[in-house]
């Protein structure tokens, strides 16, 4: 069964950076394509970016292209998402998600003066 652990996420100033990791367990991650979402208060959660399992193709929500960037190190079995440039908007719960459903607990990213 695979297990899905997001860390990374923390309180940074807008234009700030952080890079979140997706470490799996259990099962070889790059079986998987692999998602990162995010959820803010009061809203529905929502697609951010997504690899392929070879890592050959992405995708990125409008929002977050140009700033964000998804990759994976199938090697160490982990996929991360580096965020830069920072907005308070990207203030969320972030998940990483393994098809066809397995999620991480998600981890918390506060972009906040």
């Known amino acids: 069964q695979l297990q899905l652990v997001e860390s990374g996420g923390g309180l940074v100033q807008p234009g700030g950076s952080l890079r979140l990791s997706c470490a799996a367990s259990?099962?070889?991650?790059?079986?998987?394509?692999t998602g990162w979402f995010r959820q803010a208060p009061g809203k529905e959660r929502e697609a951010v970016a997504c690899?392929?399992?070879?890592?050959?193709?992405?995708n990125y929500a409008d929002s977050v292209k140009g700033r964000f960037t998804i990759s994976r190190d199938n090697a160490k079995n982990t996929v991360a998402l580096q965020m830069n440039s920072l907005k308070p908007e990207d203030t969320a719960v972030y998940y990483c998600?393994?098809?066809?459903?397995?999620w991480g607990q998600g981890t918390q990213v506060t972009v906040s003066s």
């Open positions: 690899i392929s399992s070879s890592g050959g193709s992405t």
């Open positions: 998600k393994a098809e066809s459903d397995y």
């Open positions: 259990g099962s070889t991650l790059d079986y998987y394509a």
